[in-house]
């Protein structure tokens, strides 16, 4: 059965090195677990019902990426969309999580009809290639302007706006010594790594007492209903939401699109003419996931590059999904041990998460001034604003705008001048 269903001579592995390469890609990107319930419960969703959401959207979506596509790639909560959705949506510009919800519902809903309609490559092609990594490489400056706020490492001034934190404080001096310990296991190649400091972080933090543990750490799954279908789909619907379902839609598409194309290049999974072969499943799975998430209640939902550690130990076909898949169910029963875990214990895990997003920054053309001048301000503007879309918008207005000035409207994408038209009319109208 399982050599008819993921062809394992075929792609040159076995179900053993597949299991392998599973519980790797698992434990690496595990996380998410203690991380999403925390971020989205600073919105008032009850975190336990975001536990569940998680792993459950987590199981769902893999399990599609390796039945239907047939490939070793793991899906889950986004990092950076799920800050944007709880600080951004809902802390920033004041939309109640019900309608957040329904703005990633739509977005999926969205995503489902580019996967099937064959105009996705062009959709995907309109966006300069220096935007996409600059969009990335942004979201990477937000989630460590959140990971230094939570560690209490930074904290807001009245005229600078940030300044240094209460370093004194425990739990600051706890986030640090878990940063570098984190940094530390990722040099020496150690398999989870992200979770490893977390819990050592988390247990240093609890021995001090800074933290309590009431002693639980396995029990039955937590009430699924307090976010089961309660996302708002009329207030989503709201002029004001475009921006926003397009930010979810848009980053998502951009990261699988890279994500997948990343890990199937390492894994040799390319075409000789380097495209993905069952791109549409791929990208149907990744969208449908996205909807299943935002019905149970939780964030966008979208491929993790960390998938590659699997494929770096033999992960080749869907098998490697369908474990990582039944791993995320298992961790159904272990609620209490992520609700024990600290914000400034997960810090460390947002901090690194970071440091891997910025590298896009290096894939810009530095020599050319209308091409990395727009990539720094879309960068510089997600964590200032406090909003992937005003980050967005501001790179695609600046990015129009040098193009049409420099005597070079040739390289403007249509649709790239209208999205900037767009964004300008509503920047206008705030």
Request: net charge neutral.
């Amino acid at each position: 059965m399982l050599e008819r269903l993921f062809k394992l001579r075929a792609n040159g592995t076995t179900p053993r090195t597949e299991a392998l390469a599973g519980l790797t890609t698992f434990l690496t990107m595990a996380y998410i677990i203690f991380v999403n319930p925390q971020i989205l419960s600073s919105t008032g969703m009850d975190a336990g019902a975001v536990f569940v959401a998680t792993c459950v959207a987590a199981a769902v979506g893999t399990l599609m990426m390796g039945l239907l596509a047939n490939y070793p790639i793991a899906l889950a909560p986004g990092m950076g969309l799920n800050a944007y959705f709880a600080y951004g949506v809902v802390g920033q510009l004041g939309y109640s999580w019900q309608v957040a919800l329904g703005a990633v519902f739509l977005s999926g809903v969205i995503f489902i009809v580019l996967s099937i309609l064959p105009v996705r490559e062009a959709v995907v092609n309109a966006i300069p290639r220096s935007l996409k990594f600059a969009i990335s490489a942004g979201i990477g400056l937000f989630l460590g302007i959140i990971a230094l706020q939570n560690a209490g490492i930074v904290a807001d001034h009245p005229v600078t706006l940030l300044t240094l934190g209460d370093l004194g404080r425990a739990e600051a001096q706890l986030a640090a010594f878990g940063f570098v310990l984190l940094i530390g296991l990722v040099a020496w190649r150690v398999t989870g790594a992200v979770v490893i400091a977390i819990l050592v972080t988390a247990a240093a933090g609890m021995l001090l007492g800074v933290s309590p543990f009431d002693g639980r750490i396995v029990s039955l799954p937590p009430d699924p209903s307090p976010t089961f279908l309660q996302m708002d789909l009329a207030g989503a619907l709201q002029v004001g939401l475009i921006a926003i379902v397009f930010a979810f839609l848009f980053v998502d598409l951009f990261d699988t699109a890279g994500t997948l194309v990343g890990v199937s290049h390492r894994a040799g999974l390319l075409t000789p003419d380097g495209r993905l072969p069952r791109l549409r499943q791929a990208l149907l799975a990744d969208s449908t996931a996205t909807v299943v998430g935002a019905a149970v209640g939780t964030s966008t939902v979208t491929s993790y590059i960390e998938s590659a550690a699997g494929t770096n130990v033999g992960g080749r076909t869907g098998l490697t999904a369908v474990v990582v898949a039944l791993l995320f169910v298992a961790c159904l029963f272990l609620a209490p041990l992520a609700a024990n875990i600290p914000a400034y214990a997960t810090a460390p895990a947002l901090l690194y998460v970071a440091c891997l997003m910025a590298r896009g920054l290096t894939e810009v053309d530095w020599e050319d001034v209308t091409e990395y001048a727009p990539a720094v301000v879309t960068a510089l503007a997600m964590p200032l604003t406090y909003s992937i879309a005003h980050g967005i918008g501001f790179g695609l207005i600046t990015y129009a705008g040098v193009k049409i000035v420099s005597g070079r409207p040739k390289d403007l994408h249509p649709a790239v001048a209208i999205l900037a038209l767009l964004f300008l009319v509503k920047f206008a109208v705030i």
